[in-house]
């Protein structure tokens, strides 16, 4: 479906029959109410959002009336994506309703973080699906099916290239697997927005800090709540954090996508500096 938002487009798929539109968060934007197109056309309908998750880049609307036929995607096995299936990418790229481009998977379990230009959240989302189908503007929200017309992600993005000034790279984009897609919706529709979001975190504040040649070298932590992962583990404002498990952390989105791969109640070795010293910690992750 598209999905026309006040200063975007984009799609989404109907997750069920009740009326409720599964979509990227940064497709609405700040925006309650929209305007809904099918993609085999007919009048819009209007829907409004009943939640938006930006830390994991999806969001759920809900029709004002369900229109009568309507019938809710398949979504497929998350566990079962691997390289090479043909898939299809869904949309309406530049506005074109109805679209779709063919491409293969072209890997899985990307983390993926995104940009704040041109309306993005800034998530680092984990165990994306790569994908070489083309996804254009407008794609984003819509569906990445394969050959047994489940869906299997939710395209969210195109990688860029910098060498051509951060335009699109050719052939290589990003959808959010279906498992994610599921455990978000299914919160938002029950409970109005999500309870667990089944991603870790080391509950602190921090901040990039740069060396004497003003490189990317750490972490600083900024606020360490006690009662948080980092803050039962010790670490205190000041700190500055330099390696998690085997990654080496020089950034806050190093650090994001680090902790995207993991899980709350993970137990993980911390390297950080005080002072002068290098020291090393033992966290249990917390809950984002």
Do not use: C, W
Request: hydrophobic share 40%; charged share 15%; aromatic share 2%.
């Amino acid at each position: 479906m598209q999905i026309d938002a006040a200063d975007s487009l984009g799609s989404g798929v109907v997750y069920d029959t009740k009326g409720h539109i599964v979509t990227n968060a940064h497709v609405i934007g700040q925006e309650k109410s929209f305007k809904v197109t099918a993609a085999t056309g007919g009048q819009a309908v209007t829907a409004r959002l009943v939640s938006s998750y930006p830390e994991q880049d999806l969001a759920v609307l809900k029709l004002d009336t369900v229109p009568q036929g309507l019938k809710a995607a398949k979504f497929g096995d998350s566990a079962t994506v691997d390289m090479g299936q043909i898939v299809l990418a869904m949309g309406s790229p530049l506005g074109l309703s109805g679209s779709v481009t063919q491409g293969i998977v072209s890997a899985t379990g990307r983390t993926v973080s995104e940009g704040r230009a041109g309306g993005g959240t800034g998530a680092t989302i984990g165990n994306m699906v790569q994908t070489s189908a083309a996804i254009n503007p407008g794609n984003s929200g819509g569906a990445l099916v394969n050959l047994d017309s489940e869906v299997i992600g939710i395209p969210t993005l195109a990688a860029t290239n910098p060498e051509l000034g951060g335009g699109s790279a050719p052939g290589i984009g990003f959808a959010i697997p279906a498992s994610m897609v599921r455990t978000v919706a299914d919160q938002i529709i029950k409970n109005g927005k999500v309870t667990d979001s089944g991603r870790a975190a080391l509950n602190i504040t921090g901040r990039t800090v740069l060396d004497d040649n003003y490189d990317p070298a750490g972490v600083a932590v900024v606020e360490a709540p006690a009662d948080g992962a980092a803050g039962k583990a010790g670490l205190k404002p000041g700190d500055v954090i330099t390696r998690l498990a085997d990654t080496d952390i020089t950034t806050i989105t190093s650090l994001s996508e680090a902790l995207a791969s993991m899980k709350p109640g993970d137990k993980v070795t911390v390297t950080y500096a005080r002072g002068a010293t290098t020291q090393k910690t033992e966290v249990t992750l917390g809950e984002m």
